[in-house]
């Protein structure tokens, strides 16, 4: 079990000692070993642990509940995902980490692992490569909890006008990784990373030079508005058939309850800012 520091006592993390200045990674952080066989340090983590507090009690004020729907034991937690650089991945796991004591890592490629410096933190943070054998190994002999967010980069590049309406779940390749690493989905919906950093345009010139997959027109920092985040009762899907049509089934129907939540979760807000 993760013992959480005390958040009462803790001040914002030196910036400069954490960066290392704005040259890289610091020598030392980058030749020391990693904290645990899947990238994520430990250390990093506490170091950070005063920020992510502020967006997670202050910035976003997030409200966060369902977790006796999280198992013990590995579990995928797949959830709607959208913004231009989304914040709801740290405040998924800040939630976990809060009240289970767990850690959650990310699986699948994220835009900020292209980026200098911000990729490093991001995989000493927990997020690492999606791959059925790294996901059986995670999920299955280490127990652990994974995040995935089928909607990839076409949740969040998606324009501001299209907020809340799920894209497509991709082929159910998550669906076949739970199958194989046989723990059980819990959908996670999250309201509120739509208008934390709304995309308002794209600049694809630009996207196709940098090859990226997208390059948005959206705020500088991300606007405080309040986050709400819901844990769905867990979906066993092991023990089923893995045929094409059976993973299809699974992924519409993870996609639609997890819209059908996000709309009742849209309908019950009565103010973006104060929730």
């Not at 005390?6 to 910036?15: E, I, V």
């Not at 013990?72 to 991945?89: I, K, Q, R, T, W």
């Not at 769905?232 to 089934?249: E, K, R």
Request: hydrophobic share 45%.
């Amino acid at each position: 079990m993760h013992e959480e520091p005390t958040r009462r006592n803790r001040s914002l993390p030196d910036f400069e000692a954490l960066v290392g200045g704005v040259r890289g990674v610091p020598a030392a952080d980058a030749e020391r070993p990693l904290g645990d066989r899947w990238g994520r340090d430990p250390e990093l983590v506490e170091r950070l642990a005063p920020f992510v507090d502020f967006l997670y009690d202050r910035w976003f004020r997030t409200e966060a509940d369902g977790f006796e729907n999280i198992p013990e034991g590995g579990a995928l937690l797949v959830a709607n995902h959208a913004g231009a650089f989304p914040p709801d991945a740290p405040q998924i796991q800040w939630a976990v980490r809060r009240h289970l004591e767990r850690d959650v890592y990310m699986m699948g490629e994220n835009l900020l692992s292209r980026v200098p410096f911000l990729g490093w933190v991001f995989r000493r943070a927990g997020g690492i490569e999606a791959n059925p054998e790294t996901a059986r190994k995670l999920l299955a002999d280490d127990g652990c909890l994974a995040l995935v967010f089928p909607e990839g980069t076409k949740g969040t590049g998606k324009h501001m006008s299209q907020r809340y309406r799920l894209q497509r779940f991709g082929r159910g390749g998550f669906v076949r990784v739970a199958m194989d690493a046989g723990v059980p989905i819990v959908p996670v919906v999250v309201l509120g990373a739509e208008e934390a950093m709304p995309v308002f345009g794209n600049l694809d010139f630009v996207a196709r030079l940098a090859n990226l997959p997208y390059v948005p027109l959206t705020s500088l920092i991300w606007l405080p508005v309040k986050f709400r985040i819901k844990f769905l009762p867990p979906i066993h899907v092991a023990d089923g058939p893995t045929d094409d049509h059976t993973v299809a089934l699974y992924t519409e129907g993870i996609r639609d309850a997890i819209q059908t939540a996000l709309l009742d979760l849209i309908g019950a807000r009565k103010s973006v800012v104060l929730g």
